[in-house]
């Protein structure tokens, strides 16, 4: 009931569930969608090289050190959270990454259209500006006669 893409991989990151809302906004099946590099087939190309695809922050989450994956939390700005999961102790050997993505198209829409309107104010503020100080000039003219 949640609005999120909730997914589970194993602790090598090989996807082994998904949930509905992951089926119906990817128009993947659960079988078309598990696997290790699914990530590189749904993200933006612009956010792929600073987001979770297999060469980035992905190993380095899942990264052994003595027999233990450090395990690290991450998110990426392609709207992606994953949290590990570890065997009966804290220490343990990480098992699981529990995770969900945010759809973030209609915030980028949002941001893009926001810096324009900036960006048309800035604009507008500076011919203003302009004006106003031909305008003090012309005064300043007829008030020195």
């Given at each position: 009931?949640?609005?999120?893409?909730?997914w589970?991989?194993?602790a090598?990151?090989f996807h082994?569930?998904?949930?509905?809302?992951?089926?119906?906004?990817t128009g993947?099946?659960?079988a078309?969608?598990?696997?290790?590099?699914?990530?590189?087939?749904?993200?933006?190309?612009?956010?792929?090289?600073?987001?979770?695809?297999?060469?980035?922050?992905?190993?380095?989450?899942?990264?052994?050190k003595?027999?233990?994956?450090?395990?690290r939390?991450?998110?990426?700005?392609?709207?992606?959270?994953a949290?590990?999961?570890?065997?009966?102790?804290?220490?343990?050997?990480?098992?699981?990454?529990?995770?969900?993505?945010?759809?973030?198209?209609?915030?980028?829409?949002?941001?893009?259209?926001?810096?324009?309107?900036?960006?048309?104010l800035?604009?507008?503020?500076?011919?203003?500006?302009?004006?106003?100080?031909?305008?003090?000039?012309?005064?300043?003219?007829?008030?020195?006669?």
């Open positions: 009931m949640i609005p999120q893409l909730v589970i991989t194993d090598a990151g082994i569930y998904f949930n509905q809302r992951w089926t119906d906004f993947y099946t659960l078309g969608s598990v696997g290790p590099d699914m990530w590189n087939n749904l993200l933006h190309p612009d956010d792929r090289a600073r987001a979770c695809d297999g060469a980035t922050r992905w190993p380095r989450a899942t990264m052994m003595s027999s233990t994956a450090s395990g939390p991450m998110a990426a700005t392609a709207g992606f959270w949290r590990p999961a570890r065997g009966a102790t804290p220490r343990g050997p990480l098992t699981t990454w529990f995770g969900t993505c945010t759809d973030i198209h209609g915030q980028k829409l949002v941001a893009e259209q926001l810096q324009s309107s900036c960006a048309d800035e604009a507008k503020v500076t011919f203003r500006n302009l004006e106003l100080e031909h305008q003090v000039q012309d005064l300043q003219q007829l008030a020195a006669r």
